[in-house]
């Protein structure tokens, strides 16, 4: 069982920066990790992945660009940094971990353990 936090969030105004942080109770090592996001009455979405080893990642062509997602297995973290944010960029972000994959992974029904999720809310 791994037990997933996310933190980092708040507000921001549009155009600015912030950086979540996903720390695993557990060793991360060799769980290929992904960022979702759900806006308010919509679907939880794919933000970014990345593969076990940091070798890979992907983005949704919503964030490719101004997204980056990292991780230290030396800390069981992993990292979204976004910047030049949007007002639509609006949601609640949620870390995840895939215990069965190797490769990124896009599809939320392939992961296993959640975060709790992080508010971050952008102002126009």
């Known amino acids: 069982q791994v037990q997933l936090v996310e933190s980092g969030g708040g507000l921001v105004q549009a155009g600015g920066s912030l950086r979540l942080s996903c720390t695993a109770s557990?060793?991360?090592?060799?769980?290929?990790m992904g960022w979702f996001r759900q806006a308010p009455g919509k679907e939880r979405e794919f933000a970014a992945g990345i593969s076990w080893n940091g070798g890979s990642t992907e983005y949704a062509d919503s964030v490719k660009g101004r997204f980056t997602i990292s991780r230290d297995d030396a800390k069981n973290t992993v990292y979204l940094r976004m910047d030049s944010l949007k007002p639509e960029d609006t949601a609640a972000y949620y870390c995840?971990?895939?215990?069965?994959?190797?490769?990124?992974?896009?599809?939320?029904?392939?992961?296993?353990?959640w975060g709790q999720g992080t508010q971050v809310t952008v102002s126009s």
């Open positions: 995840a971990a895939s215990t069965n994959y190797i490769g990124v992974v896009n599809r939320r029904d392939l992961y296993d353990f």
């Open positions: 557990g060793e991360l090592g060799g769980y290929v």
